[in-house]
């Protein structure tokens, strides 16, 4: 098979035909990403590739470093084309790595080239690609558009007053942008930022517990004002350990008098506050994003010097996992269990979250989810493993399918990418005889997992 073929990752006959018959031209819902609000209510215009690609992206940041490219060419004062050249001269180490892939499958998709990046081809495709963009057709909402794209969530903190979301809905915009509600900072209690944070989430120097879940409230219900539909949680691992009213409240002393928290009364608060927050889910028929098994800012030093979300993270190992469904029975018996999305970054898990979501489903079809393949996981590998367990553990045709989590406009390849694989892994059970080459129910299976089963989850009216 030759580079770029169109018959990437199908290797039968009945893929190449369920891809083009029925995955490929699907529209495509990004129900949680990292994309800037103010970006798109601005259309903001990209004009070069370093611009599009490497701004923000710590996936690719972390490929440079690796391949011991300075900092100031990644993060630093360097020119956008000499750092697409710092970026360009990595590439050929990366055989097999997605980000590979899904640079020349952008490139195809959004610039009709196929030439391979190297240092050798650097310039050229820099060049090139520089005077298409050069009058402004590659902004944030004709990239949108242009992929097929109906509606998408970016991330919101609840203090953001949502006033770009705002000029959306505003605009002549067809495509819908909707806000996630993402509390972490309120939850975080162990952090140092936590003080201030809710200090200026409640308007009080010293707030009670009472005072923290009444801003939430106040704020999830202004969230919902504007289409809100769904939350997102970043837990470093599984928590459940029961916390009383009165517990929670001198846990919060103890953050607020400088006094060192234990880990258990960390988990304490936290099971606490995401116990609470998923009731208030539960009443407003809003879904519950949870993200699992991640450590972050390893490197100190680095973490110092850059901040958050710049390449510096890794897959934790998950622990007690069970506390998923010590949390999920804990709702069920109040009636107060919201569809809930779980992802984890630890492989290992995927069997695990499979047979424990199918103890909580009913009243909705796929109430309970098993996420795509997250963040170190959404490679060809992992998202091979992801359906192949989800198949043989839970539902595949109740799965509401894939999302970006990116922060960068023309990441929607990787849809295109997991509908290759999901494609050829469907035919693989079809050809081993293990389900029936039935066209109509293959293409409602196949669209069902790419586009309608997330419109009908979430109750989208597009």
């Known amino acids: 098979m030759e580079f770029l073929d169109d018959k990437l990752l199908l290797t039968s006959d009945l893929a190449v035909n369920l891809y083009n018959d029925c995955a490929k031209d699907m529209p495509i819902i990004d ?34 470093r690796n391949c011991g490219v300075e900092e100031e060419y ?35 998709r959004y610039f009709g080239i196929t030439t391979p990046i190297s240092p050798e081809t650097a310039d050229g495709i820099f060049d090139k690609t520089e005077r298409m963009m050069k009058d402004g057709s590659f902004s944030a909402r004709k990239l949108i558009k242009n992929s097929g794209v109906t509606a998408l969530c970016t991330t919101d903190d609840p203090i953001d007053d949502l006033s770009w979301h705002k000029k959306i ?26 003080r201030d944070y809710v200090r200026t989430l409640t308007g009080k120097k010293k707030p009670a517990v009472k005072d923290i879940k009444n801003a939430l409230t106040e704020r999830l219900d202004y969230f919902k004002s504007l289409g809100c539909f769904i939350s997102d949680h970043a837990l470093d691992n599984y928590i459940y350990l ?39 889910y539960a009443k407003r028929n809003m879904a519950m994003q949870l993200h699992l098994c991640c450590s972050r800012d390893n490197n100190t030093g680095m973490f110092a010097l850059l901040g958050p979300d710049t390449g510096f993270d890794s897959i934790e190992n998950s622990r007690n996992p069970k506390k998923l469904a010590y949390f999920f029975d804990s709702l069920e018996r109040e009636g107060a269990l919201p569809k809930t999305v779980v992802y984890s970054l630890d ?60 922060r960068s406009f023309t990441s929607y390849v990787r849809h295109d990418y997991f509908r290759r694989i999901l494609c050829n892994h469907v035919a693989e059970i079809v050809n081993a005889g293990n389900y029936p080459a039935d066209k109509n129910a293959l293409k409602e299976l196949i669209q069902g997992v790419c586009y309608e089963n997330v419109k009908n989850y979430f109750g989208l009216k597009l």
């Not at 129900?31 to 599009?52: G, M, R, V």
């Not at 004062?77 to 020349?104: M, Q, V």
């Not at 008098?257 to 258990?264: G, I, S, V």
């Open 242 to 280: 029961d916390c009383s009213d009165s517990e929670a409240d001198e846990i919060l002393e103890v953050a607020f008098t400088h006094e060192y928290l234990t880990a258990e009364e960390t988990e304490k608060y936290k099971t606490y506050m995401m116990l609470f927050l998923a009731r208030e």
């Open 169 to 194: 809905a505003a605009s002549d915009f067809t495509v819908k942008v909707y806000p996630t509600f993402r509390p972490d900072k309120a939850l975080n209690i162990n952090k140092p930022t936590f």
């Open 31 to 64: 129900y949680h990403s990292h994309l800037i609000p103010q970006e798109i209510a601005e259309d903001k215009a990209f004009y070069n590739l370093t611009q599009l690609w490497l701004k923000g992206d710590h996936y690719k940041w972390r490929l440079m």
């Open 74 to 108: 990644i993060t630093g004062d360097k020119s956008d084309k000499e750092k697409f050249r710092a970026f360009a001269a990595t590439l050929p180490r990366c055989a097999g790595n997605s980000i590979y892939i899904w640079c020349h499958l952008e490139l195809k």
């Open 347 to 406: 492989p290992n898990d995927d069997k695990v979250i499979n047979t424990i979501i199918n103890c909580f489903q009913g009243g909705a079809r796929g109430k309970i989810q098993h996420g795509s393949a997250w963040w170190f996981n959404d490679t060809e590998y992992g998202m091979k493993s992801h359906l192949k367990t989800l198949s043989e553990y839970s539902v595949i045709g109740n799965f509401i399918g894939m999302l970006t989590d990116s």
